[in-house]
């Protein structure tokens, strides 16, 4: 695992808009997981403007979308979906067949967690996948005490995440359970990049690079990953012991 320090969140964010810009010149047909959330909005953004300018086809990549509220449908802003349709996939016409999203109001979950490893499975794995963290450390919705070992599953969801994740909806929702691809999808992913910004992150960044691995601190298998990368600004880099 290798640290990268940018000076701020929008330098932070043309780096890794480059480098997945970078994965699909390299191999058109990758495939491609991220998450969603504030950190990921300006990569997005960045990676559309970017494929404008540098008048590049990036429209044959598999997108495979990280995790979902369940019991969210697709039409709430505040969902996993609408924020990967409206920041990412509308404005790069990615045709809909290479879009693959759970969904949130499935009555069979465990259906949309087999869909999605055998996707997977299909296309040959995951090519790049760049994720957040959240304030308890987790990945996706893969929530203190998760197995390394997951594939996609449904998982209740902590409490700091459920207080968390209200920051994303306008009026108060109930979250109680997430839908998400494991930390094995993480750990198989040929290229693994786990993006924060902001002093608010500083302590969960802290403790992903400098705790031992453990489950409890799900971020922590970062450290796992040959070719993971901790993509930060300073703010979030600023309680590391290389920083002080
Ligand atoms: C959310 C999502 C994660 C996301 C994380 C951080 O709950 N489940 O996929 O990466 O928390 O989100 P943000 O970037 O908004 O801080």
Known sequence: MEIKTFKDHESLSAAVAAEI????KNKPGAVICLASGETPRRTCQLLVELARRDKTDISQFTFIGLDEWVGI????????HYFFQHELLDPLKIPNQQVHLFDGMSEDLR????KMDAVIGEKGG??????????????????PG????????????????????????????????????GLKHLLN???????????????VIRDTVEQKVNNNFPATVMQQHAS?????????????????
Not at 111 to 114: D, F, G, K
Not at 148 to 170: A, C, P, R
């Open 73 to 80: 449908p697709p039409e709430n802003a505040g969902s996993c």
């Open 126 to 143: 995951i090519d790049l996948i760049v994720v957040g963290i959240g304030m308890n450390g987790h990945i996706g919705f893969n929530e």
């Open 111 to 114: 259906e949309e967690c087999t």
């Open 189 to 203: 992913a040929k290229k693994a990049i786990l993006i924060a910004n902001g002093t608010k992150k500083a302590g």
């Open 228 to 244: 993971g990368f901790v993509m930060i600004d300073e703010g979030a880099a600023s309680l590391l012991n290389q920083s002080k």
């Open 21 to 24: 810009l970078a994965t699909l």
């Open 146 to 181: 998760v197995s390394f070992d997951n594939y996609s599953h449904v998982i209740d969801l902590d409490e700091t995440t459920i207080t968390v994740g209200q920051k994303y909806f306008t009026t108060p929702v109930s979250l109680q359970k997430g839908i998400t691809l």
